[in-house]
């Protein structure tokens, strides 16, 4: 059973940088394939932001980040790190780390296994 648990989130403005950790226990990450996704303010479903699979061999975003958010992995310290940079009102809400059992490439919320209680990010204009 993995524990997944988020950090890093916070208050900025417009334009600004901030970097989500995601510390993984219970067991190793190194199987599984992982993502960020992020609940907007009033939103009921997640949505997907970024993959990588466990080498970090295949990487991808959605369209609304891509260029301006990094996702990366630490096998050997248990860690998923987004690193989300030209922040936007729009990029506020919970972000929550995800993994899933297997290595397979996915953006769907069902396809993961394992969630994080979340991080708040709010972006001010």
């Known amino acids: 059973q993995m524990q997944l648990v988020e950090s890093g989130g916070g208050l900025v403005q417009t334009g600004d940088s901030l970097a989500l950790s995601c510390v993984v226990s219970?067991?190793?990450?190194?199987?599984?394939?992982m993502a960020w996704f992020r609940r907007a303010p009033g939103a009921e479903e997640r949505e997907f932001v970024a993959f990588i699979s466990r080498t970090s061999r295949t990487i991808f975003y959605s369209d609304s980040v891509r260029g301006r958010f990094t996702i990366s992995r630490n096998n050997d310290f248990n860690r998923l790190r987004l690193q989300m940079n030209n922040l936007k009102p729009d990029d506020a809400g919970v972000y929550y780390c995800?993994?899933?059992?297997?290595?397979?490439?996915?953006?769907?919320?069902?396809?993961?296994?394992?969630w994080g209680q979340g991080t708040q990010v709010t972006v001010s204009s």
């Open positions: 995800a993994a899933r059992k297997s290595n397979g490439a996915t953006s769907k919320e069902n396809d993961y296994d394992y």
């Open positions: 219970g067991q190793s990450i190194i199987r599984s394939a």
